[in-house]
């Protein structure tokens, strides 16, 4: 089983860690491609891809269209940017509409993960819990769900979806690696 993990984080943190440990569980063949590494323009609605399912920027997704149509399984993780994906992580799907038009992502699984990280503002009630938490969870949950759409767009199959809140994505770890084993 080949897996492509793709990393919209510009740091090997949080993100990082779970796509690593996501990748390592499932064993097999995996690369782990952070995407804010390379160069991906913006879509720029040429609609070349819409007859030829070929993007007509000359960048580094022209590489990418070939690793992921070659995967097997594909790893999502993205920060969470204002309740969305990162803009390296939004870029790409962006430039995956050639897959669009010719299905060619039809059947492939996917994991997705995200963290959301509000450390450096966290403020504790009188009992000790987070005030910020609610709103967290559901900035993380508004991130995972744009990887859905994506993924229900192209026709991939979804196994599994792990959040990490308050950069502490080790306590997933079990977890991370249950879901990993899931691809097997």
Request: proline share 2%.
């Given at each position: 089983?080949?897996?492509?993990?793709?990393?919209?984080?510009?740091?090997?943190?949080?993100?990082?860690?779970?796509?690593?440990?996501?990748?390592?569980?499932?064993?097999?063949?995996?690369?782990?491609?952070?995407?804010?590494?390379?160069?991906?323009?913006?879509?720029?609605?040429?609609?070349?891809?819409?007859?030829?399912?070929?993007?007509?920027?000359?960048?580094?997704?022209?590489?990418?269209?070939?690793?992921?149509?070659?995967?097997?399984?594909?790893?999502?993780?993205?920060?969470?940017?204002?309740?969305?994906?990162?803009?390296?992580?939004?870029?790409?799907?962006?430039?995956?509409?050639?897959?669009?038009?010719?299905?060619?992502?039809?059947?492939?699984?996917?994991?997705?993960?995200?963290?959301?990280?509000?450390?450096?503002?966290?403020?504790?009630?009188?009992?000790?819990?987070?005030?910020?938490?609610?709103?967290?969870?559901?900035?993380?949950?508004?991130c995972l769900r744009s990887m859905e759409y994506f993924c229900k767009i192209m026709g991939?199959?979804?196994?599994?979806?792990?959040?990490?809140?308050?950069?502490?994505?080790?306590?997933?770890?079990?977890?991370?690696?249950?879901?990993?084993?899931?691809?097997?």
């Amino acid at each position: 089983m080949k897996i492509l993990a793709i990393s919209g984080s510009p740091r090997k943190k949080n993100v990082y860690g779970m796509i690593k440990t996501v990748c390592e569980a499932a064993g097999g063949d995996f690369e782990i491609l952070n995407i804010a590494d390379q160069s991906i323009h913006h879509c720029n609605d040429c609609r070349n891809c819409h007859k030829t399912y070929k993007c007509a920027i000359n960048d580094d997704m022209q590489d990418i269209h070939k690793k992921i149509a070659d995967a097997d399984c594909i790893v999502l993780g993205s920060p969470t940017y204002f309740d969305n994906v990162s803009g390296p992580m939004k870029n790409f799907m962006d430039r995956c509409l050639p897959f669009y038009f010719s299905r060619g992502l039809e059947g492939k699984k996917a994991i997705l993960l995200t963290s959301g990280n509000f450390e450096d503002q966290l403020e504790f009630d009188e009992n000790g819990k987070c005030k910020w938490h609610k709103e967290e969870k559901e900035s993380v949950e508004r991130c995972l769900r744009s990887m859905e759409y994506f993924c229900k767009i192209m026709g991939i199959s979804i196994v599994g979806k792990i959040y990490a809140l308050h950069d502490d994505w080790e306590i997933k770890e079990s977890e991370l690696i249950c879901m990993g084993k899931r691809l097997l």
